[in-house]
């Protein structure tokens, strides 16, 4: 793993200067110890969608005694079944004065957009945290939010469940032994985007009424204010069915909201090569991208990542892909791929993957979590193979909380394999292909100051700036 960021550095950045109140303030509590039997209390911010099952599973393991989204039809369902749940439209009402001594630990299940501002407000007073992937919107929120966590010595999960299969586990230890031997490049592909944005949508859709069970403020939050809009049904979309056009789910096109494919899946998807490879920081970063514009993501895109020798690791190039050029799937060479396919004797190349590159062979998974692996070299590694080092799990979605559980009351943060100490080289590595697709150049990136020296227009999506009343700083 790369060096962790100097905070004194970190508060001299460019981009990252004057973390103010987040960093001096007083916190309201303290992270308390846990007994083993002890039954913790926990906060759902953002139950609809994916934070549905997280605040379920989270009940399993835990009391709810709080529930915040913006939408009160998904709200309606979770207060019924627990009705003594707090309920809240603003999740900054959860932190407020004596409100926030009623629970231990959240899970934040927004879109991406409100993932730091309610995690880092969490963290502050001492909660534990489980955040859904990508981590955060911005590099600097994901640097944020690892520095945060550090300092309040709280435990951190984020949602990339994949990291619970053993099968993943596995492939990270087999590679980490060396059945590869060095490792030069990895390569990464996806089906996202399957939501409306670049080359169908590229502009604002006309405003509409707000509808009265959606909190329009609180769903926008920390960006900048617009109008409420209804989907444009002419627009092709597997989720067409959806209420508006940013909510709900159809945010994920959107720069102001999501963080498109890459943000999407590459915290799924490249999980098992970034872990494998011990990356961190990449010091190059370039992509080529198409239809490129400054409200919606890109129609495809192929980002090149380059990271530095790694211990006795060798500097590796990591290649993302997505969506369809000239309506052809972006994917790796046909050559690596046949190569590919030939491993694990298979005549199709699966939609989402990854393909690792070594001296001695390669690794091909064809799984979204990289929870199955075929070696060149003979080995591999699923779901019916336990992991010789690292810990057994196998659990899922929901084994992927209780290992986060299990480091609460155990007070060892290290033990949730997705912890922010992770998860954050992880999120931010893959956001700044975004910057590169968004500034259409290349760059040199300094993980110690989180700058661009050589592409200056880099600064502006590295970290942007807060609406009032929404400030993370």
């Not at 629970?103 to 502050?124: E, G, K, Q, Y």
Request: net charge positive; aromatic share 10%.
């Amino acid at each position: 793993m790369a060096s962790r960021l100097n905070r004194r550095r970190f508060l001299q950045a460019g981009t990252a200067a004057g973390l103010g109140y987040l960093f001096t303030g007083p916190a309201f509590s303290v992270a308390r110890a846990f007994g083993a039997n002890d039954r913790l209390r926990v906060a759902g911010i953002g139950v609809g969608g994916k934070g549905s099952s997280d605040i379920d599973h989270a009940g399993d393991l835990m009391d709810v005694v709080a529930l915040c989204d913006i939408d009160e039809r998904f709200l309606a369902p979770k207060a019924k079944k627990w009705p003594k749940a707090k309920v809240v439209y603003d999740y900054r009402k959860l932190f407020d004065g004596a409100a926030a001594k009623e629970f231990d630990a959240v899970t934040v299940s927004t879109p991406d957009h409100n993932h730091a501002l309610a995690t880092a407000l969490a963290i502050r007073q001492g909660k534990h945290a489980y955040t859904q992937k990508p981590l955060t919107r911005t590099v600097f929120e994901a640097h944020l939010l690892r520095e945060l966590a550090a300092k309040h010595k709280v435990c951190t999960q984020m949602g990339n469940q994949g990291t619970a299969e053993n099968g993943l586990r596995r492939a990270v230890e087999l590679v980490q032994s060396g059945v590869l031997g060095s490792v030069t490049e990895a390569h990464v592909w996806t089906n996202r985007p399957i939501w409306p944005q670049a080359p169908m949508v590229t502009s604002r859709p006309k405003e509409a009424a707000v509808p009265k069970h959606i909190h329009w403020e609180e769903f926008i939050g920390p960006v900048p204010m617009r109008p409420y809009a209804e989907y444009d049904k002419s627009v092709p979309s597997r989720y067409g069915n959806k209420l508006g056009a940013y909510h709900d789910f159809h945010w994920r096109g959107w720069w102001d909201f999501g963080t498109g494919a890459i943000g999407d899946m590459a915290c799924h998807t490249a999980n098992m090569a970034f872990m494998a490879l011990k990356l961190g920081h990449p010091t190059h970063v370039s992509a080529e991208a198409g239809d490129v514009n400054p409200e919606t993501c890109v129609s495809w895109a192929h980002v090149t990542m380059k990271f530095p020798a790694r211990g006795d690791m060798p500097p590796l190039t990591l290649h993302w892909y997505e969506g369809k050029k000239d309506g052809k799937k972006v994917l790796p060479s046909d050559e690596l791929v046949a190569r590919s396919l030939k491993i694990a004797g298979r005549n199709r190349l699966v939609d989402s993957g990854s393909i690792l590159v070594g001296e001695k062979g390669v690794a091909y998974s064809p799984n979204d979590y990289g929870g199955e692996v075929f070696f060149e070299t003979g080995e591999k590694a699923n779901g019916s193979t336990k992991p010789e080092k690292l810990p057994v799990n196998g659990g899922g979605d929901s084994g992927h909380k209780k290992e986060w559980v299990d480091a609460i009351k155990a007070g060892k943060p290290q033990t949730a394999l997705a912890n922010f100490d992770y998860a954050s080289y992880l999120t931010a590595a893959f956001l700044l292909g975004n910057v590169a697709i968004r500034t259409g150049k290349p760059f040199t990136f300094d993980g110690e100051t989180l700058t661009a020296k050589d592409n200056p227009d880099a600064a502006r999506y590295i970290k942007e700036e807060y609406r009032k009343g929404w400030d993370l700083l």
